[in-house]
């Protein structure tokens, strides 16, 4: 029997009203060793958001009686730093962008691929060996803890929707063709 500390699972709380899609994320999320959190809609979430203090939330943008875009720009006007993610059943430019301005640092699709999400999870979940985390391209550094932009060592002023579209530009960098 092992004498070490018990080391804790990152929490991940998922806001989705449609019951047999969130047990699919829920048993996804703890088969890959994550402590997982259910809610059903934005009241719930938001009081899970309190009560467990998640690493990250996914949010499907198509919430019972409200949008997921909404509640995820609620909980950053609340002060909620992780990283959240959308569920969307669209793809257009649109609802990226719309994604982007909510708050949300990242989206994927449904029917979604396991694989994808869960690489998705990892990608924000993964410890920073500095304590920061940061995008960089060329010499523009993108502080994503504190949401600050500096280009060759100096700041920039930018709103959260410059910033987040800022972020999403740098991080599919090279992806278009």
């Known amino acids: 029997m092992s004498t ?4 804790q699972l990152p929490r ?6 449609d019951e047999s899609l969130a047990q699919n994320v829920y048993l996804d999320l703890k088969e890959s060793g994550y402590d997982a959190v259910l809610a059903h809609d934005a009241n ?12 990250l939330i ?7 009686g409200d949008s997921g875009l909404r509640l995820c720009n609620q909980l950053r006007s609340m002060g909620t730093r992780v ?3 959308l569920l969307m059943s669209r793809d257009t430019v649109e609802d990226r962008v719309a994604c982007l301005e909510a708050g949300a640092d990242d989206y994927f699709l449904k029917p979604y ?24 391209f060329g010499d ?12 060759s060592e100096r700041a920039i002023e ?7 579209l800022l972020k999403y530009s740098v991080f599919y960098a090279g992806e278009a063709q």
Do not use: H
């Not at 502080?143 to 932009?149: G, H, I, Y």
């Open 83 to 85: 990283p959240m993610l």
């Open 140 to 151: 523009l550094v993108l502080d994503l803890s504190t949401r600050q932009a500096f280009r």
């Open 12 to 17: 991940v709380l998922v806001i989705e009203p």
């Open 113 to 136: 691929r396991t694989d994808e999400f869960l690489n998705l999870i990892r990608l924000y979940l993964q410890p920073d060996p500095e304590g920061t985390q940061q995008l960089r």
């Open 158 to 164: 930018l709103t959260m929707k410059e910033f987040e």
């Open 44 to 55: 719930s979430g938001i009081s899970q958001v309190r009560e467990v203090q998640p690493a």
């Open 58 to 64: 996914v949010i499907d943008r198509m919430l019972t």
């Open 4 to 7: 070490g500390t018990l080391e």
